[in-house]
């Protein structure tokens, strides 16, 4: 009787083990970890040159701005959209023969006679592009703020440094972070290292939304 049944049981195809054992599983974690090992570096490898080709962008529109503010003895301001994922530059002192602004290659097309928009998403950069994430002012952490306003001395009118983070990538590990920042009393402004995330200071300040989306290169 107990033959039967062991023969029985090796004859009936249902008694074949079902889904994977144990060890499939550990070796498949396994390959996907040396996949992703192998993989990430390499999607992840040229962000940080991308990161740094955007910061350069806005340090040099902030540098433009407070060499305005300075060459002209009044105040320009720089207006942060990070929604629209632009900013523009606007003389914002109170002598109107400045209010148009100087001819420049980087204007767009459909600009304003006194306005210079800079839209990260038609920068030549390719997809992933970059993205505008915030501007803060580092005051008790973070504060969320719209624009830098430069004065005539080059400082800003703020009191606290303001930062502008841009990111570039898909989001988790295939996303990096760099900040602008501005010096208050001088004016002058330096780049940091890209970095895997933003500062909890500023997540708390940033809607999510904003934190993981990813733009396509510019034409």
């Given at each position: 009787?107990?033959?039967?049944r062991?023969?029985?049981?090796?004859?009936?195809?249902?008694?074949?083990?079902?889904?994977?054992?144990l060890?499939?599983?550990?070796?498949?974690?396994?390959?996907?970890?040396?996949?992703?090992?192998?993989?990430?570096p390499?999607?992840t490898g040229d962000?940080?040159e991308?990161?740094?080709?955007g910061?350069?962008?806005?340090?040099?529109d902030?540098?433009?701005?407070?060499?305005?503010?300075?060459?002209?003895?009044s105040?320009?301001?720089?207006?942060?959209?990070?929604?629209?994922?632009r900013?523009?530059?606007?003389?914002?002192?109170?002598?109107p023969?400045?209010?148009?602004?100087?001819?420049?290659?980087?204007?767009q097309?459909?600009?304003?006679?006194?306005?210079?928009?800079?839209n990260?998403?038609?920068?030549?950069?390719?997809?992933?592009?970059?993205?505008?994430?915030?501007?803060?002012?580092?005051q008790?952490?973070?504060?969320s703020t719209?624009?830098v306003?430069?004065?005539?001395?080059?400082?800003?009118?703020?009191?606290?440094?303001t930062?502008?983070?841009?990111?570039?990538?898909?989001?988790?590990?295939l996303?990096?972070?760099?900040?602008?920042?501005?010096d208050?009393?001088?004016?002058?402004?330096s780049?940091?290292?890209?970095?895997?995330?933003?500062?909890?200071?500023?997540?708390?300040v940033?809607p999510?939304?904003?934190?993981s989306?990813?733009?396509g290169?510019?034409?």
């Amino acid at each position: 009787m107990r033959q039967t049944r062991t023969a029985a049981a090796s004859s009936d195809p249902t008694a074949k083990q079902l889904g994977f054992t144990l060890i499939e599983l550990l070796l498949t974690i396994a390959v996907l970890g040396i996949l992703a090992a192998i993989l990430i570096p390499q999607l992840t490898g040229d962000l940080p040159e991308r990161l740094n080709a955007g910061a350069q962008v806005v340090a040099a529109d902030l540098d433009y701005a407070r060499s305005l503010a300075v060459a002209n003895n009044s105040s320009y301001r720089l207006t942060f959209e990070p929604d629209n994922n632009r900013y523009y530059l606007r003389h914002s002192g109170t002598s109107p023969q400045f209010n148009t602004l100087p001819q420049s290659p980087f204007r767009q097309t459909d600009d304003p006679a006194d306005q210079q928009t800079t839209n990260l998403s038609v920068l030549p950069i390719p997809a992933p592009g970059v993205r505008l994430i915030a501007a803060v002012q580092m005051q008790a952490g973070a504060q969320s703020t719209t624009s830098v306003e430069f004065t005539p001395l080059g400082g800003t009118t703020s009191t606290y440094p303001t930062v502008i983070w841009i990111g570039c990538g898909a989001g988790g590990p295939l996303q990096r972070f760099i900040s602008i920042s501005v010096d208050p009393v001088t004016g002058l402004v330096s780049i940091g290292s890209p970095v895997t995330a933003l500062p909890a200071t500023v997540t708390s300040v940033v809607p999510q939304s904003v934190q993981s989306v990813s733009v396509g290169g510019g034409a």
